[in-house]
């Protein structure tokens, strides 16, 4: 089966802190990839990043970097310099390539930046 | 028009109601999906269509009738529903690569916000 925890519900910073988020996952399958989406309050799912089980390689894009670790089957994603705007929910999703299209999401962490 | 766009934004209703949400993407995706977001749970997938083709309903009520007439919209049919069925309905789409190629990360839409009364 497979599965994605967060297990942080929610984190409060304060603007310009840099955060982490904690993602780790469970699948038996060898050819998978891993997501994060931003949820801000207007409640569309925003796309921030995906990977393939292949692709160790971290990843950096402005502010935001995602560290993959397969030895821990976790999948972190860090603010650096944290921002107002950055506040919302953000989940971590997982899809095996076998399976058309289907998104295991984690329950989401809220992240909350004060100015 | 850009991305996936759903309507009604909200929508109140009371268990005998029948309503409809309907989703539209103009992304030219061949894959759209239904997910559930109910407070303090994980997103559920409800129903997968592949080239307008459902390919997967996650024991989703019947309560919950899908359409999609084409790749370009998808609707979903509400009729007697509970209080427990409120929440957040979110639809995506995606390029489904075919098994030769991965697919396409999932775009979505705002979601509509749903309260059974």
């Known amino acids: 089966a497979q599965k994605v925890t967060q297990a942080q519900t929610e984190i409060s910073v304060v603007e310009k802190e840099d955060v982490t988020l904690d993602c780790v996952y469970e699948t038996r399958d060898t050819t998978y990839y891993l997501f994060w989406y931003k949820q801000p309050p207007s409640g569309e799912l925003v796309f921030l990043i995906r990977r393939n089980s292949f692709d160790e390689q971290n990843e950096i894009s402005g502010r935001y970097s995602w560290n993959f670790q397969k030895s821990t089957s976790s999948f972190n994603f860090t603010i650096t310099a944290s921002q107002v705007v950055d506040s919302a929910v953000y989940f971590c999703a997982l899809r095996i390539a076998s399976n058309t299209g289907k998104l295991i999401f984690g329950q989401g962490t809220t992240l909350q930046v004060k100015p | 028009e850009t991305g996936v766009t759903q309507t009604p934004r909200h929508l109140v209703m009371g268990m005998t109601n029948k309503k409809s949400l309907k989703c539209e993407q103009h992304?030219?995706?061949?894959?759209m999906y239904w997910y559930k977001q109910s407070a303090k749970k994980p997103l559920e997938l409800m129903f997968v269509?592949?080239?307008?083709?459902?390919?997967e309903n996650n024991s989703v009520p019947s309560r919950f009738s899908p359409e999609c007439p084409n790749s370009s919209h998808l609707f979903l049919h509400l009729h007697t529903l509970q209080p427990e069925d409120s929440a957040l309905y979110l639809c995506?789409?995606?390029?489904?690569?075919?098994?030769?190629?991965?697919?396409?990360?999932?775009?979505f839409g705002q979601g509509t916000r749903l309260t059974v009364v």
């Open positions: 995506a789409s995606s390029q489904d690569g075919g098994g030769t190629e991965p697919n396409t990360e999932a775009f």
């Open positions: 269509y592949n080239f307008k083709e459902q390919t």
């Open positions: 992304l030219g995706h061949n894959a």
